[in-house]
C-alpha cells in the first residue's frame, strides 16, 4: 500500500504561483513513477505532468509545459508541483498519482482556484 497526501492548494489571481506537494509514504520503494493529474468542475481529469522516479524523466501536458514544473525529493518521498503564471483556467483539483507495476495510487486532492 501507498498513501499519498496532497498539500499546497488555495486561491491566488491569475499570473500568480503556487507549490503544490505530494509526500508518499508505505511501501515507497515500489513505486517506478508518480504524476499529477487535475479535474475542473464538469469535466474529465486530466494529465498535468509526470516523473520517473528513479532516472527523472519528465513530461509535461502542453497546457502546461514552460509554465509548471515537476520535481522530486527521493529522500523525503515527495513530489512537487510549481505552478508559474497561473490562468484562470487552471482551476481545478490536483491529485497526486503513484504508479507501481500493476497498481495506481491516488492522493485525495488539493484544490486550487485562479481568479481572474
Known amino acids: 500500500q501507498v498513501q499519498l497526501v496532497e498539500s499546497g492548494g488555495g486561491l491566488v489571481q491569475a499570473g500568480g504561483s503556487l507549490r503544490l506537494s505530494c509526500a508518499a509514504s508505505?511501501?515507497?520503494?515500489?513505486?517506478?513513477?508518480m504524476n499529477w493529474f487535475r479535474q475542473a468542475p464538469g469535466k474529465e481529469r486530466e494529465f498535468v505532468a509526470s516523473i520517473n522516479w528513479s532516472g527523472g524523466n519528465i513530461v509535461y501536458a502542453d497546457s502546461v509545459k514552460g509554465r509548471f514544473t515537476i520535481s522530486r525529493d527521493n529522500a523525503k518521498n515527495t513530489v512537487y508541483l510549481q505552478m508559474n503564471s497561473l490562468k484562470p483556467e487552471d482551476t481545478a483539483v490536483y491529485y497526486c498519482n503513484a504508479l507501481i507495476v500493476g497498481l495506481s495510487y491516488w492522493g485525495q486532492g488539493t484544490q486550487v482556484t485562479v481568479s481572474s
Open positions: 508505505g511501501r515507497t520503494f515500489n513505486i517506478y513513477a
